[in-house]
């Protein structure tokens, strides 16, 4: 198995746009991975379950300077060769695979030395560590033909351009191990949404339609939440909820999933499964107090409030609290926060995600032991009565909440799913969550950096669809907000072509951004075109499948799906 060309596979896959061809290829390559399942997060360009955080930390400068030493040229022509074709792995081929013979991973350089050099170059931190990345990358190159290189150096900038997402993964594990039909597809997706690791999943399948059935969520690990529809009227909301409903405040800060684990520790992840635990040491404390279990899972919002009147703030304020990972108790004292408990889905050792919406609630209200200003379950109230909704949702919106969440009562928890289950009804706000795709340098005063922002909305998993250049909105002084400087930091490792002032980014920034309206142009990629965009927040704890789809962007331009240009910039 270790002579296996996986560098074939990524090209087979590479070379086919069609769904079924590239299921096909892979799910006949997963069949062969017995004994070395991980290798599948190799197909993400991984070497780590999803719920992990860890990053190879290699910067497009890094990946540069390897392949100048490794293919024996210099930094400049690789840059220059860079600015032409934009993809360093075309360019790890170029210079570093010529003449060599093809093994990928073959005897040579094995699949195992790969991932487990790849593996390395993620736990080296602290003094000398570039240094010491850098030559373990130039290693690996070095050993590596044309077309390896090509891929170890996609995989290092995570941008491996096979055309693999999560749902291509579901379809080849579903394809590779069981027969067709049979909801096989979403039950091998509802396995992944509980345990968020590939290899898991695939082993779950070796083992059959049982164990996939029989997978369990696990505490202190994050897990994908379920997510709402949205309602503009009351009528709509009982059409996908049933009567009567239950309807609670739609609290506006950050959606984080509690959990303690059975060795009694709690930690915080947020929906795009990043662990925020060591940001909150206030919330931890609370939750020791405050929530009876020996461990759990539970769901909430927590939101920052105003000191004095207690009134709730806007994200902003709690957005500085996820991304501050120093003098965190100062920021307590100046920004503290509630959490609103509204759903569990893990108690005492037990899933009770398939318990009925209603009961888990009531789980919840035996557990939890509300503290004024620190810990709270969402108000809620049950109805089938359309003018009491009305007044609840007024009322919501009086005390500075978004609005209201409605809830089927009978519904289970479904995690990474946006069902019928809870729909959210609140004032058109007019804003969309997107994703940054490209930028370009300002000029004058805001000369140096990055200044203006392409943003972008999602068609299918993989496919990102410009619908405007956005200017402002950011602040230009940190302490004041999310500024143009720091999203320009997040952004520049994050370059992978760059053309004069213009730079396309790998897409992991997520904005939210509000708009006067939306118009059908030519000028994106998605056809539309955001009037008068303007960015409001930073989003930190959301992720490129969290962002606004192209069909909500054509629903909320009141257009059908007749637009049938796609010109973009990149
Ligand atoms: P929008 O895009 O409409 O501005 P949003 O970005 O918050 O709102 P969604 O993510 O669809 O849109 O809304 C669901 C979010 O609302 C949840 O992820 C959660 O963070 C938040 N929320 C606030 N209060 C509740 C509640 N009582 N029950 C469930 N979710 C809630």
Redesign the pocket.
């Known amino acids: 198995m270790d002579y296996v060309k996986i560098v074939d596979v990524y090209e087979e896959l590479s070379g086919t746009t069609k769904g079924l061809e590239k299921t096909k290829i892979l799910s006949e390559f997963l069949k062969k991975l017995k004994g070395n399942e991980e290798w599948i997060y190799l197909f993400r360009g991984r070497v780590f379950p999803d719920y992990d955080e860890s990053e190879f930390g290699i910067s497009t400068q890094l990946v540069i300077k390897s392949i100048s030493k490794a293919g024996g040229v210099s930094k400049d022509k690789v840059i220059s060769r860079l600015r032409s074709i934009g993809d360093l792995g075309e360019i790890a081929e170029e210079f570093i695979g010529k003449g060599k013979q093809e093994v990928l991973f073959s005897k040579k350089l094995s699949v195992k030395k790969v991932f487990e050099n790849l593996k390395k170059l993620v736990s080296i931190n602290g003094k000398g560590s570039v240094d010491r990345k850098l030559g373990l990358i130039i290693e690996l190159l070095t050993s590596a033909g044309g077309k390896e290189a090509k891929y170890i150096a996609r995989t290092l900038l995570n941008d491996l351009r096979v055309g693999v997402a999560d749902g291509l993964l579901r379809d080849s594990v579903a394809k590779g191990f069981f027969h067709d039909g049979d909801g096989v597809k979403e039950l091998v997706e509802s396995a992944y949404d509980k345990v968020n690791d590939w290899a898991h999943v695939l082993k779950l399948a070796q083992n059959g339609r049982k164990a996939l059935e029989s997978v369990k969520i696990v505490p202190g690990r994050p897990m994908k939440?379920?997510?709402?529809?949205?309602v503009t009227e009351l009528e709509e909301a009982f059409r996908i909820c049933g009567k009567p409903l239950a309807v609670?405040?739609?609290?506006?800060?950050?959606?984080?999933i509690i959990s303690k684990n059975y060795n009694g520790e709690i930690s915080l992840f947020t929906?795009k499964l990043d662990n925020v635990t060591n940001q909150f040491p206030d919330v931890v404390e609370i939750i020791k107090k405050q929530v009876k279990g020996k461990s759990f899972i539970i769901?909430?919002?927590i939101?920052g409030y105003d000191k004095k009147t207690g009134r709730p703030k806007p994200f902003e304020a709690i957005s500085q609290r996820i991304r501050r990972k120093y003098d965190i108790n100062d920021l307590i004292k100046k920004l503290p926060v509630e959490v609103?408990v509204?759903?569990v889905m893990f108690y005492n050792g037990e899933s009770v995600l398939d318990l009925k919406f209603i009961d888990r609630r009531k789980l919840l209200e035996k557990f939890i032991n509300p503290a004024s200003l620190k810990i709270r379950l969402?108000?809620?109230f049950i109805s089938s009565d359309e003018k009491e909704i009305l007044e609840f949702y007024k009322d919501a919106l009086k005390t500075g909440?978004?609005?209201?969440?409605m809830?089927k009562l009978d519904a289970p928890y479904r995690p990474g799913r946006?069902i019928g289950y809870?729909v959210?009804m609140?004032p058109d706000?007019k804003?969309?969550?997107l994703v940054i795709t490209g930028a370009e340098y300002g000029s004058g005063k805001r000369a140096g950096g990055l200044t203006s922002f392409y943003v972008a909305c999602k068609d299918g998993e993989k496919e990102f669809l410009e619908v405007g250049k956005v200017s402002s909105g950011l602040k230009e002084k940190e302490e004041m907000g999310t500024s143009y400087k720091e999203i320009d930091k997040l952004l520049q490792p994050l370059i992978i072509k760059e053309k004069d002032n213009y730079v396309k980014v790998k897409p992991k920034v997520v904005v939210?951004v509000t708009y006067q309206n939306i118009q059908k142009s030519p000028r994106y990629s998605s056809g539309f075109a955001l009037r008068f965009p303007r960015i409001t927040h930073y989003?930190p704890e959301?992720g490129i499948y969290?962002i606004?789809t192209l069909k909500e962007i054509g629903k909320e331009a009141g257009l059908e799906k007749s637009w049938g240009f796609k010109k973009g910039l990149s």
């Open positions: 939440v379920m997510l709402p529809v949205k609670e405040h739609k609290y506006d800060g950050f959606r984080a929906r769901d909430s919002e939101v609103n509204f759903d969402s108000r809620q909440e978004e609005g209201v969440m809830k946006r809870i959210k609140k706000a804003d969309f969550d939210s989003r959301r969290d606004a």
